[in-house]
């Protein structure tokens, strides 16, 4: 329920530099020039050459702004949203956060509830960079990579012994302490990183009598292990734990007064992570084999703050069991061919499930990186993923880049991805105690309605005297498929100096069988029987671009926008009949709804955008940074009796926050930041729960390192 | 508790009923004259059934349209009312629901612009269900499980078939006590605001 955690976002551009762009200017464009990512072709190529536009937040980024979540970094970055729906997940080219993959070092993490990855879980004071592909990538990445991928990439063991020490403390009494330490002799490496995160939380609405982000504290460990077995033989282990407690009361309503309850939660998540890989002596050939073992657990405890009376207990338990195997093979000097398959078997437990529930699946993909041509490069490949309770995917998806002028290149690429249902569309058991509808999943449906049935529960047809099911729903609830998506990216580069760096892209995605509820049966209770279905179709398309100038040696201007519409093609259809109306909630006159009227999907934003002016003097050891990010209006609900986005009233406003942040170091090894995120305290309390408004900061770090 | 208003219905009816040239007729045919309802309550009771919803001991809320009022509980077994209310759920007199030969559909369009009662399609009420479909989405209003808000569906009218049948165009505008304009956790439900227009000639023409 409550928004665990803050919403104080900051970073750097990350803006992509080509390959022939001239002399860098600073180190930390020097950086981006030589960037390896793995993301868009899961092998390592550089930044300035994958046909697929990626962007890269490196760590000294993530330093510079002193972030200290993930949502902290991704609410920065140039079409991507912030957005809160049963936690605080990322909107990327318009599209919920259960169609972004979030990766760690390229396994899943898992723990969604309704959809959403609470982006809170992830500490990044142990990341080295992070990548972002936008665009489908179910071609290498399998389900819920349909609107993009987010991969985080942690710290790898570094020559030498060296260890930090990070304090940092903020309004709210917001603490975030961490440790770190690193290590790598002959063979063996190590790397391990521990963070305590706590908060106070803060209160929007004291009216509502409940607090907007009750106070927490969670703590985070992950480490890795690395071991040379051979000369080109290495094995890392990695594993990751993370557990979070929360505590808040909040009224509810109790005869003709209110109760108050308190809500106890604890989430904890962990994972297990051995890799080997083998590169042949001629560098032809490279082998990996990945295991990952992750769990997710969440316990709610809800009691009646006078007598501690229960009112509530939920749990939620999930594993992932996942093994892997790749191979990359270098054919020529124009073909890398990529082949892998693997298997997963996942899990869940939980209070609304009638049992251990168990889905199996497994995929193999292949693709081929192809450079036919000094300047261009074809990426072509597809992925099939096979499962138990739905049919088989193919996604296939191809991409190309090429380097027109010394100073322009162009992109293109088009491809299929897809997001599997998941446990509650499969197997919820849910009958509301207070309402009285009742939610199965599609593959309990049948059993649950036959029960209902059984006891008399649903209304009979009077003709036959036989329960009233619509059975056509009920066969297409049984043959529930994936939601997916077709899409298409077109974009250009741009260096006309070497100051100057401009990117534009186009996209769309078109969305089929998205999965929605749908009733099919009624109560004797006057309440329905829902399950899910495939129904509706949508689309996003829009234009992004992105813009830097290096103003001087040391001082960077950059700056970002996207364009967006996002529309249900069902609406678009009614309101083209004139089929879809309003009534004014003042005047209670109802009229007919113009199709220009119509606003598309709720919580997206037409305009968003941001300007970055970041400077750094590697010899003074100082770094600064000013950051706006712009969030343009967005739908919020429905005002006026037709579900649909049509009047200014049912928009939040539009706002920019402004976060600074200025950090001085001493001899390499001391170093004092601080910072305020959203300067000019920004807030709107009815419709924007996780903007608490300004956030001072301070934080002191130690290095020590020993070669 | 409840208040009524009368108006005449929007210029437009006007201008269409004195197209006429006889100004005697126009006097003794005037235009059917729409009726606002405001804030009937409908199973406010204190016992709370939760979600917006009374108890199941709560009494229907009958409501005759040829008299614009409120019928007493004692008379549910003649054909004094027309509908019933309790919580979302209506009920017409007819069926297994009372005595009279009521009916109803849910239509989409304008209140305005439905001119007449259709000639096919009227439903009863019986235990397969409701002549007027009951759950969110289903019949004339959403219901926002996030919000626990009922809001009556834009652009549904509900044609009934009255007890003694008559015919009535019904549209219900708010659930809630006062037609807030942004109804809250807080407001008050089970009070319908609703306009009809209700014709006493036997005849279909709802205009």
């Not at chain 1, 009494?173 to 330490?181: F, I, L, Y």
């Not at chain 2, 208040?3 to 045919?29: M, P, Y």
């Not at chain 2, 405001?38 to 008299?67: C, D, H, I, M, W």
Request: charged share 15%.
């Amino acid at each position: 329920m409550a928004f665990a955690r803050f919403f104080c976002i900051s970073s750097l551009s990350g803006l992509a530099l080509p390959a022939l762009a001239q002399q860098p200017t600073d180190t930390l464009r020097r950086q981006q020039l030589g960037e390896v990512v793995v993301t868009a072709t899961r092998t390592e190529r550089s930044i300035s050459e994958v046909p697929i536009p990626v962007t890269v937040v490196g760590v000294k980024q993530i330093k510079a702004m002193g972030a200290v979540r993930l949502n902290d970094v991704l609410g920065e970055q140039t079409g991507l949203s912030i957005v809160a729906d049963h936690g605080r997940g990322v909107q990327m080219q318009g599209l919920n956060p259960e169609y972004t993959l979030i990766l760690v070092d390229g396994e899943p993490l898992i723990g969604r509830t309704a959809g959403t990855l609470e982006l809170s879980r992830v500490a990044v004071g142990n990341i080295q960079r992070v990548e972002i592909v936008k665009g489908p990538a179910s071609a290498m990445w399998g389900s819920e990579a349909l609107a993009g991928v987010v991969n985080i990439i942690t710290q790898k063991p570094q020559d030498g012994t060296s260890g930090t020490l990070r304090l940092r403390y903020g309004s709210n009494r917001t603490a975030d302490v961490s440790a770190s330490v690193n290590t790598q002799g002959e063979r063996l490496g190590l790397t391990a990183f521990v963070n305590r995160y706590s908060s106070a939380g803060y209160t929007l609405r004291p009216e509502s009598g409940t607090a907007s982000v009750p106070p927490f504290a969670n703590y985070t460990a992950q480490s890795r292990l690395t071991y040379k077995l051979g000369e080109r033989t290495r094995l890392s282990v990695s594993g990751r734990y993370f557990t979070e407690s929360q505590a808040s009361t909040y009224p509810v309503a109790a005869g003709t007064g209110t109760a108050s309850v308190r809500y106890e939660s604890r989430q904890q998540d962990y994972s297990f992570n051995p890799v080997l890989t083998h590169g042949t002596a001629n560098g032809r050939l490279f082998a990996t084999a990945r295991f990952y073992l992750a769990g997710y657990r969440t316990r709610e405890n809800y009691t009646y703050a006078a007598d501690g009376a229960p009112y509530d207990n939920t749990y939620f338990n999930q594993t992932f069991l996942r093994p892997e195997v790749q191979l990359d093979w270098r054919l020529g000097s124009k073909h890398t061919l990529t082949g892998g398959a693997g298997y997963i078997n996942e899990g869940v437990e939980a209070t609304r499930y009638d049992a251990v529930q168990h889905m199996q699946s497994y995929y193999g993909f292949v693709q081929d990186d192809w450079t036919p041509l000094p300047g261009l490069n074809i990426v072509a490949g597809a992925r099939y993923d096979g499962h138990n309770q739905y049919p088989g995917q193919l996604s296939p998806k191809a991409s190309a880049r090429y380097q027109v002028r010394p100073w322009l290149a162009v992109r293109g690429s088009a491809g299929r991805g897809y997001r599997a249902p998941d446990f509650r569309q499969l197997y919820l058991n849910f009958s509301n105690p207070v309402v009285g509808y009742s939610v199965f999943g599609t593959q309990e449906v049948r059993a649950r309605l036959a029960a209902l049935a059984a006891a008399g529960q649903l209304v009979p047809d009077p003709a036959t005297g036989l329960p009233l099911i619509n059975n056509a729903l009920l066969d297409r609830a049984s043959s529930l498929r994936p939601e997916s998506s077709v899409a298409y990216n077109a974009g250009l580069q741009l260096d006309p100096t070497d100051k100057l760096s401009l990117t534009a892209s186009y996209f769309r995605n078109t969305l089929r069988d998205l999965i929605e509820t749908t009733p099919l049966a009624q109560k004797t209770n006057g309440q329905s029987v829902f399950t899910y279905y495939n129904v509706s179709q949508a689309y996003t398309q829009g234009v992004e671009a992105e813009a830097g100038y290096q103003l001087r040696p040391g001082l960077r201007l950059s700056g970002g926008y996207q364009f967006l519409l996002a529309k249900d093609q069902a609406v678009e259809a009614r309101l083209a009949t004139g089929d879809v109306y309003r009534r004014d909630p003042t005047t209670l006159i109802t009229e007919r709804v113009k199709a220009a009227d119509y606003g598309g999907l709720f919580n997206r934003s037409k305009h968003s955008g941001n300007v970055k002016l970041f400077y750094e003097s590697p010899a003074k050891g100082l770094t600064a940074s000013l950051r706006g990010i712009y969030r343009g209006r967005y739908g919020f609900q429905d005002l006026n009796g037709n579900a649909i986005l049509d009047t200014d009233a049912e928009y939040v406003r539009g706002y920019t926050l402004w976060n600074v942040a200025a950090s001085k170091t001493w001899q390499q090894r001391y170093t004092l930041q601080v910072g305020v995120d959203n300067a000019l305290g920004y807030t709107d309390p009815a419709y924007i729960s996780t903007l608490p408004g300004r956030l001072l900061y301070a934080s002191v770090e130690l290095r020590l390192s020993k070669k | 508790m409840k208040t009524t208003s009368t108006f005449a219905l929007l210029a437009l009816a006007i201008g269409f009923s004195s197209c006429s040239d006889d100004k005697d007729e126009t006097a003794v045919a005037p235009a059917l004259q729409a009726t606002t309802v405001n804030n009937l309550a409908a199973g406010v009771t204190t016992a709370n059934g939760g979600g917006g919803q009374p108890t199941s001991a709560t009494k229907y809320t009958f409501f005759s349209f040829a008299n614009n009022a409120q019928v007493a509980t004692a008379d549910s077994n003649t054909t004094k009312w027309d509908v019933g209310f309790r919580g979302t759920t209506i009920i017409i007199n007819g069926g297994n629901s009372g005595p009279g030969q009521g009916g109803a559909l849910v239509q989409s369009g304008l209140f305005a612009d439905i001119a007449t009662a259709p000639e096919t399609g009227f439903k009863v009420d019986a235990a397969s269900g409701k002549a007027i479909t009951t759950g969110s989405g289903m019949g004339w209003y959403n219901y926002d499980g996030a919000t626990n808000i009922v809001t009556p569906i834009a652009g549904k009218v509900i044609l009934v078939r009255t007890a003694t049948g008559k015919y009535a165009k019904v549209e219900i505008v708010s659930y809630y006590q006062n037609a807030p304009a942004t109804p809250t956790a807080t407001s008050v439900s089970r009070y319908y605001s609703f306009r009809y227009v209700y014709q006493p000639d036997g005849s279909r023409n709802l205009k």
